[in-house]
């Protein structure tokens, strides 16, 4: 796959996997470039897929490198993503992050997407079993767009 090129960012897919032990869902994980450089600066990764599980987890998940951070580099890779999810038949997204992240919560805000709430995460769920006890989560139509 081509690289998705953006102004200041790059993605390039690095792998394609399916993941999820009882409802198994498609992950395109992607590094995310300085443009037209080789410096790796994070990654994204998108959820195909809509479940108990990924309403918690999110369709995307993203991580800037410490020295990168603080550019709106996830938000501008979040903006990538959103038309390749479309192409992929998604026609929303879910996106979550924990509620002490004020920088996810900020990039989350100015993406535009609809608030849904702070939410408590099941005692079943994997996130809580993990240490998890909400989530902040924003739907993201697709429609639109």
Known sequence: MEPIK???IDLQLSQEYLSGYLNPYKVYYFDIYLSNTSRRIGYIDLRL????YLYYLGNIGYRIDEPWRGHHYALSACRLVLPFAKQLGMEY????C???NLASKKTLEELGGTFLGRKKIPLHHAL???GFKAKL???YNLKEN
């Open 49 to 52: 897929g809509h479940s108990d």
């Open 98 to 100: 924990d509620p002490d």
């Open 128 to 130: 809580y079993l993990e």
């Open 137 to 139: 989560i924003y739907r």
């Open 6 to 8: 953006g102004t200041e």
């Open 93 to 96: 997204l879910i996106i979550t």
